[in-house]
């Protein structure tokens, strides 16, 4: 089954303590890409990827890392995590970055930073 | 840049009413557009898209968006809803940052 794989589901965490969240997919998709959805907001790019070892920054990626080393995985790494990233993150795949390509998503991982 | 507006923050209907939700993007070259679906405590869904040819799109469960080029809008439409409808909705396009940029999205809460 085509899918995009996030783990953890939901995630409680301190202040300051690094955090990795993983994201796969098994589609062969070039284009990966990191959500933050909060109320009122909709969903923010946080960064993507074009392809195996090229990323970019989306519209917030203050706080925020990530790697591409394999094609099927993106995940996002939080250094020093904060309050205000406390959020909903979604992982998305498309097959690449031209326009008329869907993005599918993840489940999506609830974390909570205190 | 590139936006996408959603002006109807929460919509509440009884069932069987009929749906439009107003989307509306500010991107003047060649548009590709979506409506997401997030049912309550799931992942976002893709509903219908419109890359080009006819203007109204037909999508699943019912659902349909036409394009409207002159408006910049691309509205969703449903005839008769149901409670099972019940989801936040989200209106995207395609910006030349090789990436989609989604709108606020709209809550939309079915009476039974």
């Known amino acids: 089954e085509a899918q995009v794989t996030q783990n953890p589901r939901y995630l409680i965490t301190v202040t300051g303590k690094k955090l990795t969240v993983t994201c796969s997919q098994n589609m062969n998709h070039e284009y990966m890409s990191w959500y933050r959805q909060d109320p009122g907001l909709g969903l923010r790019q946080i960064y993507y990827?074009?392809?195996?070892?090229?990323?970019d920054k989306g519209d917030v990626p203050e706080g925020y890392k990530v790697s591409r080393k394999e094609k099927r995985n993106f995940p996002l790494i939080l250094e020093s995590p904060s309050p205000n990233q406390t959020s909903l993150y979604f992982c998305?795949?498309?097959?690449?970055?031209?326009?008329?390509?869907?993005?599918?998503f993840g489940q999506g991982t609830r974390l909570t930073v205190v | 840049a590139q936006s996408v507006s959603q002006h109807n923050h929460h919509v509440i209907l009884s069932e069987a009413a009929s749906l439009e939700l107003g989307c509306n993007y500010s991107?003047?070259?060649?548009?590709?557009l979506f409506w997401y679906v997030q049912y309550p405590g799931q992942h976002l869904q893709l509903l219908l898209k419109?890359?080009?040819?006819?203007?109204l799109v037909k999508g699943i469960k019912g659902f349909e968006a036409e394009f409207i080029k002159s408006k910049f809008s691309f509205n969703l439409r449903k005839p008769s809803v149901q409670w099972s409808d019940t989801a936040e909705y989200f209106c995207a396009v395609y910006s030349s940052a090789s990436k989609i940029i989604f709108g606020s999205g709209t809550r939309l809460s079915i009476r039974p």
């Open positions: 998305a795949s498309r097959p690449g970055a031209w326009g008329n390509t869907e993005a599918f």
């Open positions: 990827s074009m392809n195996v070892e090229v990323t």
């Open positions: 419109y890359f080009s040819g006819d203007p």
């Open positions: 991107y003047g070259g060649t548009v590709n």
